[in-house]
Each structure stands twice: as structure tokens, then as C-alpha cells.
């Protein structure tokens, strides 16, 4: 698989809530801080969003489609001058799948999906992130087009199987977002994701993800990139946000920690399948990106997965 794919697999969502908002009149709802990646496509009307922290509120039309990566607390409104009314009382009694009526509704309509993808695994990915991703380009919302409309039909349909269909859509939503993300020109910042979108670049990360267990040279990696050592480094560092070395060690320590949860392989196993010659070498790079030793790790996920 490519890196965009190999994380996002690591990453499956633990839950995923989709549903759509029917709103009308004069209206406005807060939503509180959360865990994981909220996804939104506007099918009809226009409205507010004000994030935590974004200065500018941005406004978001038929066709816009936007995610929310950061947990920030947020609200959606008709005018920015409408008090707003707590998600938690909008939502209340609403189940996956429903569509929930605001003021008069008719005027506006939304669908989304959010998506928990748990702390360890999804900090490398939402922490990469802006605050908030709108997919702008005409050719990419044409993309979405289907699937949005798709989802609006299941939502108003519920037909057998409209859950999983519901929930099949919100994952393709979410993926043609971030690869319009990842060939942005205008998003900023430097991270994985981004760097996905530069050919040489991007060489690198997928060679590292198809053979993490190679002990992988700064050499070795600017020559796949087809570009000198110095200037590959700077040019990783730049994009990235890390050093090569970094990034690697990162990507390895997902896989282990993915590994000791669904698995039975025990930890020198794990270490060996990933390049480490030693279980003490492993464990200590495991404890430094994970905050943990595997031990521990593997006990406590396994624990929360069984009451799950």
C-alpha cells in the first residue's frame, strides 16, 4: 500500500458517528472539544464556522466539504450573530444515521461523520494537521460529489445496511479530503502528510513504509529521492517536520504498537520484524515515542480492547 493508505489502515477508526443536520431560519450550535477527525460536506445553503483558536470565521457553501482534525471546539451558523445552542441538547437523542431538524429547516443541509481514532495511534496524524482542511478545488469536490449525495440518500432512506453504507462513505470522504490536502499548494506547514504531495520527497517515506525493518542510510534515501544528501536532509526536515531517522523510528514504533495489540507475537519478535537487533533497543525507542515500555503498552491496550 502507499504511506496515505498504510496509515490510515493503522488508524481505523475505533467508532465512527455519521448523521446530517436540516437546518432553517435563524440558527447556531456549539460543539465542544472532542477525540479524533470530524468531516463535513455542505449539500445545500451556506453557513458560519468558527473554530477555537482560527481568528477568521470561514464561510462554507453548497459543494465545500472540510474537516475538523484537532479536538478545537467549534461552531455552525446561519449568521455569526445567532446565540448558540449546545450540540449536546441538538444531539441528544440522536443515533448514528439520523437527521436532526434546526429552526424551520429546508434551507441548509449537512452531512458528516466523526471518526475516533484513538490517542496513540491518531497523534500522528491529527498532530500533523491544520485546524481546519477545506477542500476548495472544483475537481476534487466533483469527486466527493458521489459519495456526498450517496450519503444523503442512505441518511434519508435507511434501507437495510444503511449504517455500514453510511459509514463506508464518511471513510471515502475522508480520504479524498486529505489527498486534496496533500497537493494543496496553498495549505502551509510541514508534516508527513504534506509531504506526501512532493514526488521526491514522498519516494523516500513510501521506501521507508514498504521495508520499515531496512536499516535505512540518509544515502540510501536521497538517492531514491534523486537528490543530493545535503539537500535531501534539508529538504526532509523542511516538509516533515523531522529528520528521516525520526520519521522511521516513528513509523516503526505505529507498526510495533499495532502489533502487540492484535497479535501474540511476543516482544523480540516485534523488535526483530522491525530491524532492532536487540529487545533492550527496541523497547527503549518503543518507550521514547510511546511514553511506555512495550510491556505495559500491550497489556494496557489489550485490556481496554477487551471491554471494548
Known amino acids: 500500500m502507499d504511506p496515505l493508505s498504510d496509515v490510515l489502515s493503522l488508524l481505523r477508526p475505533l467508532s465512527q458517528v455519521s448523521g446530517g443536520l436540516d437546518a432553517g431560519g435563524a440558527w447556531a450550535i456549539r460543539y465542544g472539544r472532542y477525540e479524533g477527525i470530524k468531516c463535513y460536506a455542505v449539500l445545500a445553503g451556506s453557513c458560519w464556522l468558527r473554530v477555537q483558536g482560527v481568528r477568521r470565521p470561514v464561510r462554507m457553501d453548497a459543494g ?4 475538523l482534525p484537532r479536538g478545537r471546539s467549534f461552531v455552525l451558523a ?12 441538538v444531539w441528544a437523542n440522536a443515533r448514528h444515521g439520523d437527521v436532526l431538524r434546526c429552526g424551520c429547516g429546508g434551507e441548509f443541509f449537512l452531512v458528516g461523520s466523526h471518526f475516533d481514532l484513538g490517542r496513540e495511534h491518531g497523534a500522528m496524524l491529527l498532530g500533523a494537521l ?11 469536490r466533483d469527486v466527493l460529489a458521489w459519495s456526498i449525495q450517496r450519503m444523503r440518500q442512505e441518511l434519508g432512506e435507511r434501507r437495510p445496511g444503511s449504517a455500514l453504507m453510511v459509514q463506508h462513505l464518511g471513510n471515502m470522504i475522508l480520504v479524498q479530503a486529505l489527498r486534496q490536502y496533500l497537493v494543496d499548494e496553498n495549505a502551509g506547514g510541514a508534516n508527513w502528510l504534506r509531504a506526501l ?7 523516500a517515506i513510501t521506501a521507508m513504509h514498504e521495508a520499515p525493518e531496512r536499516a535505512w ?49 511476543v516482544i523480540a519478535t516485534v523488535a ?21 515500555s512495550p510491556r505495559r503498552y500491550a497489556l494496557r491496550r489489550r485490556a481496554s480492547r477487551a471491554t471494548e
Open 130 to 140: 491544520p485546524p481546519v482542511i477545506r477542500v476548495r478545488e472544483a475537481a476534487a
Open 217 to 265: 542510510t540518509l544515502p540510501q534515501l536521497a538517492k531514491i529521492a534523486s537528490m543530493s544528501r545535503s539537500v535531501f536532509a534539508l529538504r526532509f526536515h523542511e516538509k516533515v517536520g523531522v529528520t528521516p531517522r525520526a520519521y522511521l523510528t516513528r513509523w516503526r514504533m505505529l507498526l510495533a504498537a499495532e502489533r502487540l495489540t492484535t497479535s501474540r507475537d
Open 272 to 292: 526483530s520484524s522491525l530491524g532492532y537487533e536487540s529487545e533492550s533497543a527496541f523497547s527503549l525507542a518503543f518507550k521514547k515515542v510511546l511514553g511506555s
Open 64 to 67: 465545500d466539504c472540510f474537516l
Open 197 to 203: 504531495g512532493d514526488r521526491q520527497i514522498g519516494a
Open 78 to 89: 446561519s449568521t455569526l450573530s445567532v446565540r448558540p445552542v449546545p450540540a449536546d441538547e
